[in-house]
């Protein structure tokens, strides 16, 4: 489907942009697939410094089911700085909180 299995791409090339690994599973800086490991990911199940997916871990995750990390945004979110409909963490936004030190 035009899409490879694994690809891992690090660093960048003539021109100084950096490459994005694209696949079913990608692994780089940037990386965008169905399970995405990068400083930056973009996929179904992401995890990353930055991440964006279904279901994400990282510093920042933004996920349309489940995100985790430190500051998590979703319908259900862990971290220290939770915001969505079901939270958990140290500060918390969220229509139902399992717990917080300090939340709404």
Do not use: C, E
């Not at 690090?10 to 599973?25: E, K, L, Q, S």
């Not at 697939?33 to 871990?57: E, K, Q, R, T, Y």
């Not at 409909?85 to 399992?98: D, F, I, Q, S």
Request: aromatic share 8%; no cysteine; net charge positive.
């Amino acid at each position: 489907m035009g899409s490879p299995l694994i690809h891992v791409a690090f660093g960048h090339d003539a021109a100084g942009r950096t490459y994005t690994a694209r696949g079913v599973i990608a692994i780089g800086q940037r990386a965008v697939g169905g399970v995405a490991i990068g400083i930056i990911a973009v996929g179904f199940i992401s995890l990353g410094v930055v991440s964006v997916g279904v279901f994400s871990l990282g510093v920042v995750s933004v996920a349309v089911l489940v995100a985790g990390g430190v500051n998590a945004v979703g319908p259900m979110a862990f971290g220290v700085v939770a915001a969505g409909y079901t939270v958990h963490g140290v500060t918390t936004l969220g229509w139902k909180t399992l717990f917080s030190a300090t939340g709404s």
